[in-house]
């Protein structure tokens, strides 16, 4: 059976080529047929452009491929595979850009409400980096607190600190942009970094600094402006992948002497079973976005692109990732578009 499946080829440079999938499906694997897949800007620019400290990819072996959270329809079930059978929609979590994923069925988590769209669904797992950061931080209900980066984690940190309880929430980024899509989803306050006197401004708002900070723009400078932010006693999530090793940080005024705690928040440092207070797996916070969804305690809707791309744009769309600072918050592949076939 074919697939296509969107691959770096080389560097900088994405397209959509043909792929061959098993014949046959091992007891425990279940094939999903694709309908959207979910754009990750830092991760996959990092990915395409063979940035280093990016998961998987330290051989600078090409082609590779990416794409890690997306949604459709099981096409079949091994025979042990009993969470999914043929018809339901699901979640595929480390699938690919692909028309169709063979994963094995811990990868796959069953869409139980009809309500929450196969357009939703495909940026739930992505959403769960940003809710297990939060855990991590052991948010108490009414607790201030800060967003470093608006990126695409950062909004999902804002929609989840606001449905978490947290009061008020801070919003900082660059980019006007996205300090806007920030205010309108949740953000109480939002702040330009290189504005003067930012760390004083984010005081001044929070009553004396922020009780937990989620900084996701992976960079010393951000996690510096953020210590200058903190109460006593702060946690601060580390989300935002720290690529970049130029961290200078004056520990002892900033970390030592107020007693912030500093965790770091890679998706992948998560229990693989048995979730506990602050730890859940990814299974299990997947499903707990889905709930919020379905119970309308959170909203994707802001953040869903309304005409999402063909696969067949990949090239584009990845040129635009790497290049275009103004590239969408987030974006999908819609690989219905491949064949014009109604699920």
Known sequence: MQTKNITFTKPFTAELVDGDLPETLGPDQVLVRTAFSTVSPGTERAVISDSPNCGGYRDHVFPRQSGYSSAGYVVAAGEKVKSVKAGDRVIVFWGRHSSYNLVPERQVVKIEDDSVTLEEAAVVFISTFSLAAIRKCRLEIGEKALVMGCGLLGQFAVRLLRAAGAAPIVAVDTVAARREEAKQNGADFVFDPAEPDFAAKVKAV?????????????????????????????????????????????YYQKIHTPGITIVGAHTKARPEHDSYPGWFTQRDDIKAVLRLLAAGRIDFGGIIPPDPYSPAECAAVYDRVVNDRSFPTLAQFDWRKLEREDF
């Open 206 to 250: 929070t009553g004396g600094g922020a009780n937990v900070a989620i900084e996701v723009t992976g960079f010393g400078a951000g996690l510096d402006e953020a210590l200058d932010c903190m109460a006593r006693y702060g946690r601060i999530a580390l989300l935002g992948c720290t690529r970049d090793k130029n961290f200078t940080i004056d």
